[in-house]
């Protein structure tokens, strides 16, 4: 009788303490290395784990931990959350899992009922994961809701609609989660939305804020679209941003311009699209906006993740966020204030004969897609895209999978209809023997290469770099492989049958180090015999 | 989208043909011909097109691509775009198909007694070295199977399955020189970052780790085949081309 009372205390007590992740612990995150709490692993969008278990001396022992297989066909694009013994992750298109931290084993799953004529335009079905807070995790899905899901049981707190997907808009990105409210953006733009960012009330869904990224009738910038253009000027937000909480900035990109490749109905720069946004936080309100592509006409999306840390740049210690944007140029600007401090080409780009000193392109015209083509590099999916960049702080490094790759791209006819393809022409890649990706480590103040890793084709994973000097990452061909951080050497590799496509995450198990990463439909979880 | 019927090409008046023909050179003319007169895809001035019996098959195949066969999905058409191309692709019909002059009886003799079976699989018989022609007639146009002929390099098919990859060279001829000083000449079979799997000419199959090299000479540009620019020629050639474009496959 005694045991049992005892063991009862010792369930309650396990109990309150699973999965409690408050906002101070995601702010805290690099201070439990053993957790990964928020999409990038901290609020700075780093990618880093200062986790040193495993390391250049004997990452060749890495063994499969436990494997998942996810059960829906689709591609997958999910950034694992792992919090007290638990991993949440997002299956295509929007299904949400938890998983036992030490077998892999499901605890629960949620699928909601998605209708049979969901739009999805620009992108295949995917997700790229959750986010936890409290007791809840969050996620969105293809049909446009977020939904709040009890930690423990799966079981649905809230539902609510972002927008309408009958218009085209859809929910891909995983959201952020900040100190009382859940950030989530949309996809959408090749249908003609108008891309907005949205703020909710993470204990009853209602929307806190929301901050259009194109500007509407009366405000600022609407003059940079021209006649009613902008009403379906896109600008979707789909990639998860990142968040300073001392400045109580939130830094988020946003997509291209609408229609894609035909600029007919919109002169001018087509605020804010391709740009990245700092907004802050209680609000929403835009205090600062750099736009990379003013008026894109190649599908350039500002969604890559921005990454901060601070850094010696002219002449003086400053905060700094930095991109290597889809466009082909690494930007380092003051994310204070918004002002451009360096940019450089991180791959070969025909676009532009280079940025002012403003950090504004000197766009060719001639690069313009014609009805017949034109061939641009970089091709269609850019230099980089939505797959996750690294910065380690212990190399300063900013590590980045880049594509070499030139694409064709034509100008067709757009047409806006609700619900329908606005994207006025598109991009053929030019695959083959010369087209080539490559892990590129750039001096993350300046995008001046260090060194890079060749891939034999363009790839689309995520990287991960650790205390323990490794950068992980993987290829299209199935390889997942660490290198050393200072100087780009393979030191690992595993054929796990299919393309690498979600970034790797690392945390402990029993106080031993892991690293997950997805191939195909696969989860697998790595760590030392 | 639009369902589009049989639409007889005069009605439609020059506009949506021209703009069609527009569409047609910026995308389809590197692998169709200018015109549509077949190249490394088949030719489109025929009556009856494999793929696309009727038009909504034809803006299906258009509009969706056929990746398996190597035509992709080139970008994102409106009803319209779509409607313009059917009718310019339909409109090349009643143009004179290249005429094929040799007698394929002779043409399947020449390759009979010139060794190509060696190589080729043509219906289940030969080597299995280079690429099979068992249904080549209904996918490659006859200058494409001359040149091949004449000079395969020229000519080296570009990938269209997942591996060794979309738009690579197949069948690349490599050269391999392991760390012990082991030579390997052959074709590439698959490769990744840290990998590559070899056929040399006798069929055998060789995996190599990267790092396990000396050398890696990809021969892009070049082929395994021999060129028979001087050993089949005038009307022998253009047997055998009748005799490789009569070749569709299992009927």
Same mark, same amino acid.
């Given at each position: 009788m005694r045991m049992q009372r005892f063991g009862l205390l010792l369930i309650c007590a396990a109990l309150s303490a699973y999965a409690q992740v408050p906002y101070q612990r995601i702010a805290g995150a690099d201070n439990n290395p053993g957790a990964w709490v928020t999409y990038s692993g901290? @609020?700075?969008?780093?990618?880093?784990? &200062?986790?040193?278990?495993?390391? #250049?001396?004997?990452? *060749? &022992?890495?063994?499969?931990?436990?494997?998942? &297989?996810?059960?829906?066909?689709?591609?997958?694009?999910?950034?694992?959350?792992?919090?007290?013994?638990?991993?949440?992750?997002?299956?295509?298109?929007?299904?949400?899992?938890?998983?036992?931290?030490?077998?892999? #084993?499901? !605890?629960?799953?949620?699928?909601?009922?998605?209708?049979?004529?969901?739009?999805?335009?620009?992108?295949?079905?995917?997700? #790229?994961?959750?986010?936890?807070?409290?007791?809840?995790?969050?996620?969105?899905?293809?049909?446009?809701? !977020?939904?709040?899901?009890?930690?423990?049981?799966?079981?649905? #707190?809230?539902?609510?609609?972002?927008?309408?997907?009958?218009?085209? @808009?859809?929910?891909?990105?995983?959201?952020?989660?900040?100190?009382?409210?859940?950030?989530?953006?949309?996809?959408?733009?090749?249908?003609?939305?108008?891309?907005?960012?949205?703020? @909710?009330?993470?204990?009853?869904?209602?929307?806190?804020?929301?901050?259009? *990224?194109?500007?509407?009738?009366?405000?600022?910038?609407?003059?940079?679209?021209?006649?009613?253009?902008? &009403?379906?000027?896109?600008?979707?937000?789909?990639? *998860?941003?990142?968040?300073?909480?001392d400045l109580h900035l939130v830094y988020w990109g946003t997509g291209n311009p609408a229609p894609d490749w035909n600029d007919d109905t919109r002169p001018g720069d087509n605020l804010y699209t391709c740009s990245l946004l700092a907004m802050d936080a209680d609000t929403g309100k835009i205090k600062w906006h750099f736009q990379f592509t003013p008026h894109d006409v190649h599908d350039w999306d500002a969604t890559q993740v921005p990454i901060l840390f601070d850094a010696d740049v002219k002449g003086r210690r400053r905060k700094v966020v930095s991109m290597a944007n889809r466009n082909g140029f690494y930007y380092v600007l003051d994310r204070q204030t918004g002002e451009f401090l360096a940019g450089a080409p991180y791959v070969k780009q025909t676009w532009t004969d280079g940025l002012d000193a403003k950090g504004r392109p000197f766009a060719r015209r001639d690069a313009d897609p014609k009805v017949e083509g034109t061939l641009v590099y970089p091709a269609i999916l850019g230099g980089a895209n939505w797959w996750s960049p690294s910065y380690s702080p212990k190399t300063h490094l900013f590590y980045q999978n880049t594509r070499e790759m030139a694409g064709i791209y034509y100008k067709g006819d757009a047409e806006y209809k609700d619900g329908t393809a606005y994207a006025g022409g598109g991009g053929e890649t030019k695959n083959g023997d010369d087209a080539y990706g490559a892990i590129r480590a750039l001096e993350s103040t300046t995008g001046k290469l260090r060194w890079e890793f060749k891939l034999l084709t363009p790839s689309m994973n995520g990287l991960l770099s650790t205390g323990g000097g490794l950068v992980f990452g993987g290829s299209e061909e199935g390889n997942f492989f660490a290198l050393d951080a200072e100087t780009g050497k393979p030191l690992w590799e595993l054929q796990l049958g299919a393309a690498v496509r979600s970034p790797p995450v690392s945390f402990l198990i029993d106080g031993k180090q892991q690293i997950a990463v997805t191939a195909g439909s696969s989860l697998f979880v790595f760590g030392l015999p | 989208m639009v369902l589009i019927g049989a639409w007889p090409a005069s009605a439609q008046g020059t506009t949506e043909i021209e703009k069609g023909k527009q569409l047609f050179l910026g995308m389809c003319s590197r692998c169709h011909g200018v015109e549509g007169g077949g190249g490394e895809g088949p030719n489109l001035n025929r009556p009856v097109l494999s793929h696309a019996p009727d038009d909504p098959a034809l803006t299906a195949v258009i509009r969706d691509g056929i990746p398996d066969r190597g035509m992709p999905k080139v970008r994102r058409f409106t009803d319209a775009e779509l409607h313009a191309m059917v009718v310019y692709i339909r409109s090349l019909s009643q143009n004179t198909a290249v005429a094929v002059t040799g007698n394929l009886e002779k043409g399947m003799a020449v390759y009979q007694r010139s060794g190509c079976s060696s190589c080729h699989i043509i219906n289940g018989e030969g080597g299995s070295l280079g690429p099979e022609l068992t249904s080549i007639g209904a996918h490659r146009a006859p200058d494409y199977l001359r040149q091949a002929i004449v000079d395969p390099a020229a000519t080296l098919p570009r990938g269209v399955m997942a591996f060794p990859g979309h738009g690579f060279s197949e069948f690349l001829p490599v050269r391999v020189v392991t760390r012990d000083g082991r030579e390997v000449r052959g074709v590439r079979v698959n490769e990744d970052s840290f990998t590559i799997q070899v056929r040399d000419a006798g069929n055998q199959l060789y995996s190599f780790r990267k790092a396990d090299l000396q050398q890696l000479d990809k021969q892009i540009g070049k082929s395994l085949m021999p060129d028979y620019k001087s050993k089949i020629s005038g009307s022998d050639l253009d047997d055998l081309v009748a005799y490789l474009s009569s070749l569709g496959g299992a009927k």
């Open positions: 901290n @609020y700075q969008a780093q990618r880093y784990s &200062q986790l040193d278990q495993i390391n #250049r001396q004997n990452v *060749t &022992q890495l063994k499969p931990t436990w494997v998942y &297989q996810m059960r829906n066909p689709g591609i997958v694009e999910t950034s694992p959350i792992v919090a007290d013994g638990v991993m949440y992750i997002t299956e295509p298109p929007s299904t949400a899992t938890a998983l036992d931290l030490h077998t892999g #084993r499901p !605890l629960w799953t949620y699928t909601p009922n998605i209708p049979q004529d969901v739009i999805i335009i620009g992108s295949p079905p995917v997700n #790229r994961g959750v986010a936890i807070l409290d007791n809840t995790v969050f996620f969105g899905t293809v049909n446009c809701h !977020l939904i709040a899901l009890d930690a423990k049981s799966g079981i649905v #707190r809230w539902d609510v609609a972002v927008d309408d997907n009958k218009k085209g @808009y859809y929910v891909t990105g995983a959201p952020l989660a900040i100190e009382g409210k859940i950030i989530v953006g949309v996809s959408g733009a090749e249908t003609g939305i108008r891309g907005f960012l949205d703020a @909710y009330d993470a204990k009853t869904g209602k929307r806190v804020w929301r901050t259009w *990224t194109v500007p509407g009738p009366g405000d600022a910038g609407v003059e940079s679209w021209g006649g009613t253009s902008f &009403q379906h000027g896109g600008g979707s937000t789909w990639v *998860t941003g990142s968040y300073d909480p | -």
